[in-house]
């Protein structure tokens, strides 16, 4: 069998995967969710036919994810996840004993089951007690605005089509009422190569409700131009110079991409990318 | 998207199909089978890696492959079919009523087995009670027949793997004892573009078998060349000729497709004297 997958990036361009076979293929009540295995990056996950992680290069996304904000946060406790039903941002929290909850919003319910049968490295950490996972809408949750978090991270798909509003003023600002005093939100933010004015926009409507947001970078090989981005807005601690160092320190025994310089040097940004956030939108 | 690439044995192109759905996949004794489903041809089955038949277009060539030798026949009733396990010639052969005795002669039982599951319009007269299916290799079963048959068909893989033993001049020859006077004997053979030497070869071994043997040619979208053979020997009936009218529902075939299948006279000379040009 002869079976190659494509994800195409832009009109011209794409990524190509020979693939072994097709796990599953599924049509859920919000998306197409395929599940195949590759050989060179073995299983991956596709929604409505792009690559939301691999298991060769996963862990970079979930390290970069999570543990930039955790660490820069005094002492989280409370840390909300919005997506993210595989498991994976949730897998790496619970490397933070601080932690005392987690509660996970995805609106999926079906991503979540096939990746517990299918991701068992990924998903693992869903079960914990600490885990609350409610099936529900991301936007709508925060719009009710009932619960408090130290820490909110937005797993998401890209903004386009139903995850769309959780790029959007009207959101993080009901993510800025949610948070506490020394709060961290922190979302995936495109790539910012493959397309820097959707970067930039995603960038500027976070700067529009929080006072600062900054954008680090990540390799990620299966992403477009494999050239990641997540934007973080801090409340009052700064991304890079408020780090917990001893404590980044210990938890990069556990961790294959992060540690506190990856952490540091991530927040550097080319010049190509400072100057498109100085263009007028 | 995913995209199956084809494995085209001698072409110089290649084909993909978007996948829809990987619907099966098995490794037997023999070979591995899979099929697939693609939005414009439907389910596809292949066997190692090669397209054998599309829901869409597998008439063309069953058709084609059928009814030429059975029209040429003034009253065929003992027929064998070798390979085909998908059962698409079968089929066609009992569109004609006057057909006793099919022997169906498949190595490998199970793609009979997925075409029942996958290809239900195509496998739909296998279980007939005139039909006997025989799993083995279709040389050994020409070789041990005892009783005259008046078609035999062979629907094999490419020429190439195992399926190579179906071309020889042995085999032929024990094709020829088996069948009776008025016998017909068809194989396809092949694209005229691609795979002309073998289209040549092929005419010669059953040339120093047969007095009569002659080929005929059909579009088919979704095997290599696209301009598809077929070998027909004969022990002393001009396969060209319908003995019979055409009085059978059919998608591609009929008596007029029939004459206008076969090569002209000169055209099939140039073929075999080797002076076509490409």
Redesign the interface.
């Known amino acids: 069998?002869?079976?190659?997958?494509?994800?195409?990036h832009s009109p011209n361009m794409g990524i190509t995967l020979r693939?072994k076979?097709?796990i599953l293929?599924q049509k859920t009540p919000y998306q197409q969710m395929d599940i195949?295995e590759s050989y060179e990056y073995g299983k991956i996950l596709l929604l409505d036919?792009l690559i939301m992680f691999t298991e060769r290069d996963e862990f970079v996304y979930h390290e970069m994810i999570v543990h930039v904000p955790l660490l820069i946060h005094p002492n989280p406790k409370n840390v909300l996840v919005i997506g993210g039903g595989d498991g994976g941002t949730v897998r790496e929290i619970l490397k933070h004993p601080e932690v005392e909850r987690i509660d996970l919003v995805e609106i999926d319910e079906d991503v979540m089951n096939a990746c517990m049968e299918y991701f068992p490295e990924v998903s693992q950490g869903l079960k914990d007690p600490k885990v609350r996972i409610l099936i529900e809408d991301g936007i709508e949750f925060m719009a009710k605005g009932d619960n408090r978090y130290d820490i909110v991270i937005i797993d998401s798909t890209d903004p386009i089509g139903p995850a769309k509003g959780l790029f959007e003023p009207k959101f993080y600002q009901n993510v800025d009422h949610t948070l506490g005093q020394e709060g961290i939100m922190v979302t995936q933010s495109e790539s910012p190569f493959q397309d820097p004015k959707l970067w930039s926009w995603i960038y500027k409507n976070i700067s529009s409700v929080f006072e600062k947001a900054f954008s680090y970078l990540a390799f990620i090989p299966t992403y477009p131009a494999g050239f990641w981005s997540f934007t973080l807005a801090s409340k009052v601690r700064h991304p890079t110079k408020d780090i917990r160092t001893e404590h980044a320190l210990k938890l990069s025994s556990t961790t294959r991409y992060y540690n506190p310089k990856v952490h540091k040097s991530a927040f550097s940004l080319p010049n190509f990318l400072k100057s498109e956030l100085t263009k007028p939108s | 998207m995913i995209r199956y690439f084809e494995k085209e044995p001698y072409a110089p192109v290649e084909s993909s199909y978007e996948v829809e759905k990987v619907l099966f996949k098995i490794k037997t004794k023999f070979q591995e089978i899979e099929v697939i489903e693609n939005s414009y041809f439907g389910k596809m089955l292949f066997l190692d890696g090669i397209l054998q038949i599309t829901e869409r277009d597998e008439f063309f060539y069953h058709e084609m492959l059928t009814h030429v030798v059975m029209h040429a026949h003034p009253n065929p009733k003992r027929i064998v079919v070798i390979g085909g396990g998908d059962g698409g010639v079968v089929r066609e052969v009992l569109k004609h009523h006057g057909v006793e005795k099919i022997y169906f002669v498949e190595i490998d039982e199970e793609v009979i087995n997925v075409s029942k599951e996958f290809f239900p319009n195509v496998s739909c007269a296998v279980d007939d009670p005139r039909v006997e299916i025989k799993a083995m290799d279709g040389a050994d079963f020409i070789k041990r027949c005892h009783t005259k048959v008046d078609v035999i068909i062979v629907d094999s893989t490419d020429i190439i793997g195992f399926a190579r033993s179906l071309f020889s001049e042995d085999f032929f020859a024990s094709i020829k004892k088996a069948l009776s006077d008025e016998g017909f004997f068809v194989t396809h053979s092949e694209s005229l573009h691609f795979h002309k030497d073998m289209v040549i070869e092929v005419q010669k071994t059953l040339r120093k078998v047969f007095p009569l043997v002659d080929l005929y040619a059909t579009p088919i979208a979704t095997y290599p060349g696209h301009w598809w053979t077929f070998a027909v020997g004969s022990k002393q009936l001009n396969p060209r000729e319908l003995r019979r009218p055409f009085d059978i529902k059919t998608h591609y075939y009929d008596d007029e497709i029939h004459t206008q299948s076969f090569l002209t006279p000169k055209f099939y000379k140039k073929l075999l004297n080797k002076e076509l040009p490409w």
Do not use: V
């Open positions: 069998m002869d079976l190659w997958f494509t994800e195409k693939i076979r097709c293929q195949l036919g």
